[in-house]
């Protein structure tokens, strides 16, 4: 693995733009619809109106993304979302660092099941199954006339204990 030159901070509004500028980056597994539809999400999670919202940040450059929900009408199910890597740190391990983040927090409020809604190509497929993720059901050419939509899911078991270690609930 390479060197990490990245840290990992809860994104703040005035990122939104940087934010955006990384899903653009990554037009091609972000279908057209998706991108205007993040911006709305986005801003809601960095407010923590919603759920939360994370960077990686490198030389004052966002370089990484990722948040997650509480599904409202669950007891202790979150969604893991909005995952983006910039194209030159892809393969850093910076993906894996985010996800493990965002899981720990879950595990901490007591969660037991972590869901995404992920589009269906290879990347996305192998990233979630290292992340120990079964996929369970597809909706085909849902975000595209190319692209369909796959759920994940993985349970987790909660562990209250790193709460400790988290300032932010
Ligand atoms: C998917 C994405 C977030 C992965 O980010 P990343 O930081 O490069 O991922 P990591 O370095 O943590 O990789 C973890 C594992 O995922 C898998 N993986 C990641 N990129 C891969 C690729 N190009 N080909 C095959 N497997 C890949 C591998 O199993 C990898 O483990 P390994 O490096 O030990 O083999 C990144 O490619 C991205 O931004 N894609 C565009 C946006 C997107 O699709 N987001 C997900 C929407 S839900």
């Known amino acids: 693995m390479k060197q ?19 899903f653009k980056m990554n037009s091609d597994t972000f279908s057209r619809n998706e991108i205007p539809a993040a911006q709305k999400y986005i801003e809601e999670l960095i407010k923590g109106m919603i759920g939360r919202f994370f960077v990686s940040v490198s030389k004052n450059k966002i370089v990484g993304c990722a948040g997650y929900s509480k599904e409202a009408d669950t007891d202790g199910v979150y969604s893991f979302n909005w995952l983006a ?50 996929a369970c059901g ?13 759920w994940y899911y993985k349970k987790v078991s909660k562990n209250k204990n790193l709460l400790k270690h988290f300032t932010i609930v």
């Open 85 to 134: 890597v910039h194209p030159d740190f892809k393969r850093h391990g910076m993906a894996t660092e985010l996800y493990n983040m965002i899981e720990n927090k879950i595990k901490a409020f007591g969660g037991r099941l972590i869901i995404v809604n992920a589009g269906s190509n290879e990347v996305n497929r192998f990233f979630y199954k290292k992340m120990g993720f079964k």
């Open 138 to 150: 597809r909706i085909p050419q849902y975000h595209s006339e190319k692209k369909d939509l796959i």
């Open 4 to 22: 990490k030159d990245y840290r990992i901070r809860e994104a703040v509004i005035k990122d939104f733009p940087s934010i955006m500028a990384l």
